[in-house]
């Protein structure tokens, strides 16, 4: 399978997945700007939407949109999540966060890469809600444990770490939030995400 990716972008959940599951894929980098891909083909031929990521899987269907890349690696490789074999309602809390990373904690972020330029109060407002989406997350890890799912490393952990990753793009601190820094140091830590990084060109 093939994932169409953008550095940094949220494309690398998907990536960190693929790579925490040891499956074979291949990459391919996308200019969502000028809509070409790096071997120079139209893009929009893949997702009409322009946007990452996509993944062509091996009989060369496309699927889009994030939420449903993301669970549907997550069904193919039951090793990211062994815990749902015995909790099946646990599936569904992974749905749940990933809904709320997605429409909540994500677009919460979208402001500061429009490209567009607010004026001083419109700043204040859109801080505010970060701050205030950030302080919900943390709220999901002030019980102590390290990971969103039963204390172990799943899909939601992913695409979370992504997200709170553009922290380091936009000039905000985690100091507010201690358990949500605590757990992005922890997540950018493990192999997947250290081969991930690499191979966006976002680490040495």
Not at 155 to 165: G, K, P, Q
Not at 169 to 178: E, M, Q, Y
């Amino acid at each position: 399978m093939k994932l169409f990716y953008k550095p940094g972008a949220c494309s690398m959940a998907a990536h960190i997945l693929l790579n925490e599951a040891g499956a074979p894929y291949l990459l391919e980098k996308v200019d969502t700007e000028q809509g070409t891909t790096e071997t120079g083909v139209s893009y929009l031929t893949t997702n009409p939407r322009g946007y990452v990521p996509a993944l062509r899987l091996d009989d060369g269907a496309v699927l889009t949109e994030n939420v449903a890349i993301l669970h549907w690696i997550g069904e193919q490789f039951p090793e990211l999540a062994p815990e749902f074999n015995d909790q099946p309602l646990l599936r569904f809390r992974q749905l749940e966060l990933l809904s709320f990373l997605s429409s909540e904690l994500h677009k919460a972020f979208s402001p500061y890469f429009s490209g567009k330029t607010f004026t001083e109060a419109e700043q204040a407002a859109i801080r505010s809600t970060l701050d205030a989406k950030l302080g919900q997350f943390n709220d999901l890890l002030a019980q102590g444990q390290s990971y969103l799912i039963a204390d172990a490393f799943s899909v939601a952990d992913a695409y979370a770490f992504v997200i709170l990753n553009w922290t380091n793009f936009i000039g905000v601190s985690l100091d507010t939030w201690p358990e949500t820094k605590a757990y992005v140091a922890r997540i950018a830590a493990r192999p997947s995400t250290r081969k991930t990084l690499q191979e966006e060109g976002l680490a040495a």
